[in-house]
């Protein structure tokens, strides 16, 4: 089963992380995604651009209109990034959640549903 692992951080504080924070957190989401790789459960990924770089396309009576002034979310934490596995069972998710590089914040597990790849 794929497993959406969404990870959530407050943006702010990655700019004011020194330069060998940045790499050292790089480093460590690289070797993550590694061993990700070398069990075969990884399926995609990425580092997501911050929010305010985002787009967003709203739907009002089935129709769609582009927002250049949001998203608006209040929140102290933003998606900053996601990896997409593939295996058993929630509970081995959480297992790779668990293992996830993080200074601080969270990470959303998530079964997906439809796949838009069949």
Do not use: C
Not at 18 to 45: C, F, P, W
Not at 64 to 85: C, N, R, V, W
């Amino acid at each position: 089963m794929k497993y959406a692992l969404l990870i959530y951080s407050d943006e702010t504080r990655w700019d004011t992380m020194s330069t060998e924070d940045k790499q050292k957190m790089y480093e460590q989401h690289n070797a993550y995604g590694q061993d990700l790789a070398k069990a075969g459960v990884i399926r995609g990924g990425a580092e997501l651009k911050p929010v305010t770089t985002a787009t967003t396309l709203r739907f009002v009576d089935g129709k769609s209109a582009t927002t250049l002034d949001g998203p608006f979310a209040e929140t102290k934490e933003q998606l900053g990034g996601f990896y997409m596995i593939d295996v058993e069972n929630l509970e081995q998710a959480l297992e790779w959640a668990a293992k996830m590089p993080m200074a601080t914040g969270s990470v959303e597990v998530r079964p997906a549903g439809v796949d838009a790849a069949s």
